[in-house]
């Protein structure tokens, strides 16, 4: 294990998911190190999750201190491919968030390929409060497409309709289910650049977009806790 800007990275690689056991990961980029040094609340959700390296600007960052070349660099897409491609190690998967569009999308695609699926797609306060039966987690694997923060707060609230769900893992993604459904959206030469957030400016405009942007520079300052 490695820690970096005061957050826990486990030695972990993408075919050890398989072997979880009603598992919580975060996918850590800019913004989740940014809401750790600011929000109690999510250190407090970070420091309890098997946490892995979604932006390319902390990992590397990461192997300039780290002496056993830690390799720990697992994208939300990266999970959800890899659920994809091994049918027999996941016989079922849920999809909770995204737009209706990519959340019915992506359920008939899973579907399709043999899978149980199960998706939701409803009202979710910023605090994580929602609408939703229990029954819906139950499923060896379980993408949340909620946005930073909301995501986090929506899985601690409904830790306890987990309880009885013998899932593998359950964790927050972001946008990733348009990414999955339009792997030409953003290249992977940008990926690899650490560019995604201003691509996907320049490809929708919206506040937001740019707000995540300075956040992702403001975060700078904390890569050497």
């Known amino acids: 294990m490695i820690n970096f800007s005061c957050i826990p990275f486990q030695k972990f690689k993408i075919d050890d998911l398989s072997n979880l056991k009603r598992s919580k990961i975060c996918t850590i980029n800019n ?28 990992f590397y960052f ?8 830690y390799q720990n660099y697992i994208t939300g897409i990266d999970l959800i491919h890899y659920v994809y491609n091994n049918f027999r190690k996941f016989k079922s998967v849920t999809f909770i968030g995204g737009s209706n569009l990519s959340n019915d999308r992506i359920t008939k695609i899973f579907k399709n390929r043999g899978f149980i699926v199960k998706n939701w797609c409803g009202y979710v306060s910023y605090d994580g409060s929602s609408k939703i039966k229990p029954e819906i987690f139950n499923s060896d694997a379980i993408f949340v497409a909620l946005g930073c923060k909301k995501q986090e707060f929506f ?26 459904l339009k792997p030409k959206y953003l290249p992977k030469v940008i990926h690899k650049l650490g560019l995604g957030p201003v691509w996907r400016l320049l490809m929708e405009p919206k506040i937001f977009r740019l707000k995540r942007i300075f956040t992702s520079i403001y975060t700078l300052k904390y890569y050497l806790r």
């Open 31 to 58: 913004e989740y190190i940014y809401n750790f040094h600011k929000d109690p609340r999510i250190k407090k959700i970070i420091l309890n999750s098997i946490n892995v390296f979604d932006g390319s600007y902390p």
């Open 62 to 69: 990461s192997k300039l201190y780290s002496k056993n070349n």
């Open 155 to 180: 899985i601690q609230k409904n830790l306890k309709n987990l309880k009885n769900c013998e899932y593998k893992f359950i964790s927050g993604i972001g946008g990733a289910f348009d990414i999955f």
